[in-house]
Nanobody, 125 residues
Framework: QVQLVESGGASVQAGGSLRLSCAAS????????MGWFRQPPGKHREAVAA???????SVADSVKGRVTISRDNARNSLDLQMNSLKPEDTAMYYCAAEPRLDWWLLLVPSKYTYRGQGTQVTVSS
């Protein structure tokens, strides 16, 4: 049974950093496409970053240069390092997984079958 559990969300000041982690079970992260998505209050879910089964990352333009997505095969987890946080980064952040996705679909939230419960990130100015 595939399970994804996010952690690391917090309330921080603008300019700060956070590292989110997604613990995966029921599958091996290195064999799946995985991604981080977020849903700001009152808005639709949007992509943050994703990584395919080969380890190639894709990053949304809105956060490019400020986030790094990585897999930790030993911990079977997916991490998201976020720097220079802005108030507009405030959202519920979700981890998602899909057995195989073509690279042009990595940043499409609806293409992922599995999703965690989310972790809240709040950035104050």
């Amino acid at each position: 049974q595939v399970q994804l559990v996010e952690s690391g969300g917090a309330s921080v000041q603008a300019g700060g950093s956070l590292r989110l982690s997604c613990a995966a079970s029921g599958f091996t992260v290195s064999s799946y496409s995985m991604g981080w998505f977020r849903q700001p209050p009152g808005k639709h879910r949007e992509a943050v970053a994703a990584i395919d089964s080969h380890g190639t990352p894709s990053v949304a333009d809105s956060v490019k240069g400020r986030v790094t997505i990585s897999r930790d095969n030993a911990r079977n987890s997916l991490d998201l390092q976020m720097n220079s946080l802005k108030p507009e980064d405030t959202a519920m952040y979700y981890c998602a997984a899909e057995p195989r996705l073509d690279w042009w679909l990595l940043l499409v939230p609806s293409k992922y079958t599995y999703r965690g419960q989310g972790t809240q990130v709040t950035v104050s100015s």
